[in-house]
C-alpha cells in the first residue's frame, strides 16, 4: 500500500500532512519553506511509496478565486511536471486555518506553542488531507 502526501501551500510556509502505508489516518509530518520543498519531499519520497498528492485550494466548491489560488495552481503543476506518475488531487480547504486554530485550543496545546505559525500550517494540511480520506 501506499500512502498520500498532502500540502497546505503558502508563499512563506507549507505544511505537510501524510497519511499512514494503508491511507487511512491522517497525521501532520511537517512545516517548510518553499525552497525547502523539493529536500523535505525527496525525503518522504524516498520513505515510503506515495499513491499521490493531495493540494489545498481555497474556493473550490464555490467557484471563487483568492490571492493565493495563482500561486497553488502554479505549484500544483510543478508538482505534476516533476512526479508526472502520481496524481494531484485538489480539496477546498476554505476554513482549515480556522478549525486547525480551534482544534489546537481544543487539544490544550498552550498558547506559546499555538503561537508558532507552522503549527496551524501542519494542522490545516492535515484537515485537508482528511477531507480527502473522507470522500475517497
Given at each position: 500500500m501506499a500512502?498520500?502526501?498532502?500540502?497546505?501551500?503558502?508563499?512563506r510556509r507549507i505544511g505537510i500532512a501524510v497519511t499512514d502505508s494503508g491511507a487511512i489516518v491522517?497525521?501532520?509530518?511537517?512545516t517548510c519553506s518553499p525552497e525547502e520543498l523539493p529536500t523535505v519531499?525527496?525525503?518522504?519520497l524516498e520513505a515510503e511509496p506515495c499513491a499521490g498528492f493531495v493540494v489545498g485550494?481555497?474556493?473550490?466548491?464555490?467557484?471563487?478565486?483568492?490571492?493565493?489560488?495563482?500561486?497553488?495552481?502554479?505549484f500544483v503543476d510543478q508538482l505534476r511536471?516533476?512526479?508526472?506518475?502520481l496524481?494531484?488531487?485538489?480539496?477546498?480547504?476554505?476554513?482549515?486555518?480556522?478549525?486547525?486554530?480551534?482544534?489546537m485550543v481544543q487539544?490544550?496545546?498552550r498558547?506559546?506553542?499555538?503561537?508558532?505559525?507552522?503549527?496551524l500550517d501542519q494542522i490545516a494540511a492535515t484537515l485537508i488531507l482528511q477531507r480527502f480520506l473522507d470522500r475517497r
Open positions: 500512502r498520500y502526501i498532502a500540502f497546505d501551500y503558502g508563499t491522517a497525521a501532520p509530518e511537517c519531499l525527496s525525503r518522504l485550494m481555497p474556493g473550490l466548491i464555490l467557484g471563487t478565486t483568492t490571492d493565493s489560488t495563482a500561486p497553488i495552481r502554479a511536471k516533476a512526479h508526472p506518475g496524481p494531484v488531487e485538489l480539496v477546498d480547504e476554505d476554513d482549515t486555518s480556522r478549525e486547525a486554530s480551534l482544534a487539544s490544550g496545546m498558547k506559546s506553542k499555538r503561537r508558532k505559525k507552522g503549527q
